[in-house]
């Protein structure tokens, strides 16, 4: 206690280096922690929005189905069998898929498309692909009665044309991109939501309509109630074409699936392809998505499937994504550790002349009999304490921006937004609350004291007294 | 005088000045370094962009991006392309049509952009051709009496064309590269085997061996399984200028590796002529003609008096065509530049300390100068010199030696291979040649400069309150 005491009043001898050495300390850890949190929310909030609007966390499909997506590696669905998958403690529900490839046209426009059979109240479970419906739509029309409208704002009524054609899932993100604020929100959105209204219709089993991503469909130039046509190679090889009319527009927040998805009632799925009662994939909804968890319930379906199925977790699944973030992870990580090693001097410095300047003091306690043990550790305290002052203030400042941040994530507009599409990502970036990594805050800046200290501890373990008192 | 005494004073306490010059050095070669990488990506991303992907400009029919309407061709083509030849700054140029089809094979198909080209004025806009991996054809160069095309890598793995197998062939040139023996038995069971695909391939030899082996040899492994058979084909069918389907087998003529993932899975090149038979396109019918400049600068230029000249067609420059590419270039700039601004105020805090200390350590000599008549400008001139000294001596070295490894790895390259899935899918290539401007260099000298004087303003401005009188009385 006495020493701790003591390492305190050190510290406040030269108030000044202190302070500046805290905040440098401070200045990293503050950078390091929001930086932090930025990279694993994004990536959090990346995989999240692959797994839940396209793999689960969990399917169980055909065993080469991964490898070769083609309709030969599909399995027989088999009631028995979800039965016996749905009893594991960790599974809600089996939602049951065909998914394939296929060239879509609507006259000249061709593409090639990523087709997916569902059984839409099932799908709930998952991907809630209903949320996820476009509900409202700047059309040239919408936004000619936003202009003719004698109530509405003249910078809303600039606004609108930079968003034309602009598909939205919820008012909220058209109120920001219309930069209206909550305040103003009761008086303009209503009428706003009018004019931009969209309506879709719903996919039932057994009835030849789709669904398309908000990209394809403008892509293909299709609209509600158009017909689009598939052609793909159907199961053993036979040809498989159709006609499907379009009931409603989905806007996928990953815009490398939005570009290309089209989803069919399960059966029309099936029978388009000529492969009646067989899926390429179960994905199976879970109630707890923690990674342990996740792979022991892997381990126990693996027991469970048949001889020609295999279980796959979502890791598997997203592979590029999951080495595109590895990649962004280990070069952010670097950046911090040039952030650190930089500050770790700056530490070394103050640890040098503080040494320097108390060479004759040292030598005058051991002197009168203070045990060189004690002086060490005193030492070490005051450093730590520099350090500890420093984390302190650097998270707690960082702490609040980053709770704001989780609360407001970042989102983008114009052509920030374009660039983050370009490479298949949602224009948003979203913060990670506090989490272990503020704990490698800590043990970093620790490391670095602990390797600063080992300096004058050595002087002062070798100190010749005398020497030291004609310092 | 000043400067001189400045940089004496530097050298008064070595030890001291060499822990900030020494932690100015990694800092700033760090960031150099880092910065060099990522500008080495990117670098290598716009040059595969220009070169192999879009070269500097296009012109087509003005609706014909919208959704590559084969009918929208471009009218006169040989009025228009004498009159871009005619352009001064145009190096080369090459008509394309463009139609959206689906490649097959016997087992799998893929959608894709089937591009009809001229093979010899195509050599002269893109060099793509270069990339075309050994023993898989020569980019149309051989007479064949069957339609030829080209395609990337990554459509030729997924389409089954490129195979993954080991037979005694594959581990007799194995053991022929030193591979070990131990090694070599581990593969034996797999031999006889063609994996089905590329990630099968992988997923079963790196079930086998150590991860030592796989990072030693995994490379050398992979190399020998690829396998491409010579007169390998695909289907490629499409709509033709009537909405009618059509198609035809083609033979691969060679397969190009740009590390390109979504470039390489979409488009297939075949023959102009080949492409006007199938979709009854006209002889001398195209889509865009595309164009190579003699110097990048002149783009915007030379695209404006195309435009000019071409008032009916549409006229895009790479910039527009890929604002994404454009707006990238222009932000990792400043991002690099604020990338080193935190490495640098890092750093400031190191050389504020030191400076106060130097201040506080010459109360005695400062009240001296001053007393003796040195005026105040010159007191703070002298102790922002050293801080300025302090840090660019730092600095200097600290580019010298990022200079001097971005040399080294420049020449080889340095592989993030076990990132390559990720980065190619993104079209960037995982073996990079780092890669900085001078002018970068310059830029960190200023700013090197700058925080030089900026962390010497609070120390100088102590020295400036000192009382000559009470400064020349203490110990």
């Known amino acids: ?471 | 005088m000043i400067w001189k005494t400045a940089w004496k004073n530097v050298w008064r306490n070595k030890v001291r000045s060499l822990v900030v010059i020494v932690s100015v050095t990694i800092g700033i070669f760090g960031g150099v370094f880092a910065v060099a990488v990522m500008n080495g990506a990117i670098v290598q991303r716009v040059d595969a962009a220009l070169n192999d992907e879009i070269a500097h400009i296009h012109i087509n029919d003005p609706a014909f991006r919208d959704n590559y309407d084969i009918q929208l061709s471009i009218p006169n083509p040989e009025q228009v392309l004498s009159a871009i030849r005619e352009t001064p700054g145009v190096n080369a140029v090459t008509a394309r049509t463009q139609i959206t089809g689906m490649a097959n094979t016997a087992t799998k198909s893929a959608g894709v952009q089937i591009l009809g080209i001229d093979p010899d004025s195509e050599k002269e806009v893109f060099r793509l051709y270069e990339t075309t991996l050994p023993e898989t054809g020569n980019f149309f160069e051989s007479e064949s009496r069957h339609m030829l095309a080209y395609m990337g890598h990554e459509l030729a793995k997924e389409l089954n064309i490129i195979r993954f197998r080991i037979d005694q062939e594959v581990i007799d040139s194995l053991s022929g590269k030193a591979v070990p023996r131990e090694l070599l038995d581990k593969l034996l069971p797999f031999e006889g085997k063609r994996f089905k695909s590329e990630k099968a391939f992988k997923k079963e030899i790196k079930g086998v061996l150590t991860l030592k082996e796989q990072h030693e040899y995994g490379g050398v492994i992979w190399e020998e399984a690829w396998s491409f058979r010579a007169r390998s084909k695909m289907t490629l069918t499409f709509l033709d200028k009537d909405q009618v389907q059509t198609g035809a087998v083609f033979r691969i003529a060679g397969i190009y590796d740009i590390k390109n993932s979504m470039y390489e899975m979409s488009q297939v090149l075949v023959k102009n002529e080949d492409l006007m038979t199938l979709t009854g396109m006209a002889a001398d019918e195209y889509h865009q003609m595309i164009i190579r400049l003699d110097d990048l600068e002149s783009t915007v230029e030379v695209s404006a008096s195309l435009a000019e000249k071409l008032p009916q067609l549409e006229v895009m420059h790479w910039k527009e065509i890929q604002p994404d590419l454009a707006m990238m270039t222009d932000m990792v700039q400043k991002f690099y530049a604020i990338f080193m601004v935190v490495i640098l105020a890092a750093l400031a805090f190191g050389i504020v300390n030191t400076m106060l200390m130097v201040v506080l350590e010459r109360t005695k000599e400062l009240g001296m100068l001053t007393a003796i008549g040195m005026n105040k400008k010159r007191v703070f001139h002298m102790i922002m010199l050293e801080s300025v000294f302090l840090s660019l001596v730092g600095g200097v070295v600290g580019m010298i030696i990022s200079q001097a490894l971005i040399g080294v790895t420049a020449k080889n390259g340095i592989n993030f291979a076990s990132y390559a899935e990720g980065l190619e899918a993104m079209g960037y290539t995982a073996h990079i040649y780092p890669v900085i401007s001078t002018s970068f260099f310059i830029t960190v000298t200023v700013l090197i400069i700058i925080t030089g004087i900026l962390s010497s303003i609070y120390p100088a401005l102590k020295a400036l309150k000192l009382d000559p009188a009470d400064a020349l009385r203490t110990e």
Not at chain 1, 94 to 107: D, K, V
Not at chain 1, 121 to 145: A, C, F, G, P, Q
Not at chain 1, 187 to 207: C, D, T, V, W
Not at chain 1, 221 to 243: E, F, N, P, R, W
């Open chain 1, 1 to 471: 206690m006495n020493n701790l005491i003591l390492a305190w009043r050190n510290l406040w001898r030269n108030r000044r280096r202190t302070m500046i050495t805290s905040a440098s300390v401070l200045f990293a850890v503050f950078f390091a922690l929001l930086f932090r949190s930025l990279q694993l929310g994004s990536y959090d909030h990346m995989f999240r929005n692959a797994i839940e609007s396209y793999t689960g966390y969990i399917q169980v499909q055909h065993k080469d189905f991964w490898d070769e997506k083609i309709v030969d590696n599909t399995f027989a669905y088999d009631s028995q069998k979800e039965q016996q998958l749905l009893s594991d403690e960790n599974v809600i529900a089996a939602i049951p898929r065909f998914e394939s490839f296929a060239l879509a046209s609507n006259g000249p426009q061709t593409k090639g498309v990523l087709v997916m059979g569902v059984v839409p109240e099932k799908e709930v479970h998952l991907s809630k692909v209903t949320d996820k419906m476009v509900k409202y739509r700047l059309t040239s029309e919408s936004i000619e009665m936003i202009k003719q409208d004698p109530n509405i704002s003249e910078k809303i009524k600039e606004l609108a044309p930079l968003f034309e054609n602009t598909a939205y899932t919820t008012a909220s993100r058209l109120q920001l991109d219309l930069g209206i604020s909550d305040k103003d929100a009761s008086k303009y959105m209503p009428a706003l939501e009018r004019f931009a209204q969209f309506e879709n219709g719903s996919i039932r089993m057994g009835e030849p309509g789709v669904w398309v991503g908000d990209k394809l469909s403008q892509y293909l130039q299709l609209g509600i109630g158009d017909t689009i046509v598939l052609i793909s190679q159907g199961y053993h090889a036979t040809t498989a074409a159709g006609k499907y009319e379009i009931k409603g527009i989905v806007k996928l927040p990953l815009p490398d699936l939005d570009n290309k998805i089209v989803y069919l009632p399960l059966d029309v799925c099936q029978g388009l392809y000529n492969a009646e009662d067989m899926l390429t994939s179960l994905a199976l909804a879970v109630e707890d998505n923690d990674d342990k968890v996740i792979a022991e319930t892997v381990e126990r379906l693996g027991a469970v499937v048949s001889e020609d199925q295999k279980v796959m977790e979502w890791r598997e699944m997203n592979e590029v994504m999951v080495s595109q973030m590895d990649a962004d992870d280990k070069s952010g990580m670097i950046m911090i550790g040039i952030l650190y090693l930089v500050i770790a001097f700056g530490v070394f410095g103050t640890v040098l002349m503080l040494t320097a300047e108390r060479k004759r003091e040292f030598g005058v306690l051991v002197a009168i009999g203070m045990q060189k043990k004690k002086l060490a550790s005193i030492m070490t305290l005051e450093m730590l304490l520099i350090g500890l002052l420093g984390i302190l203030a650097g998270a707690a400042v960082a702490t609040v921006l980053i709770l704001y941040g989780v609360e407001h994530p970042l989102i983008f507009k114009g052509e920030m937004a374009k660039m983050f599409e370009e490479y298949g990502m949602e224009p948003k970036m979203v913060f990670w609350g506090i989490d272990s990594y503020y704990i490698w805050q800590i043990v970093i800046v620790a490391l670095m004291v602990f390797l600063a200290i080992g300096y004058p501890i050595r002087k002062i373990f070798g100190m010749k007294v005398v020497n030291a008192l004609r310092a």
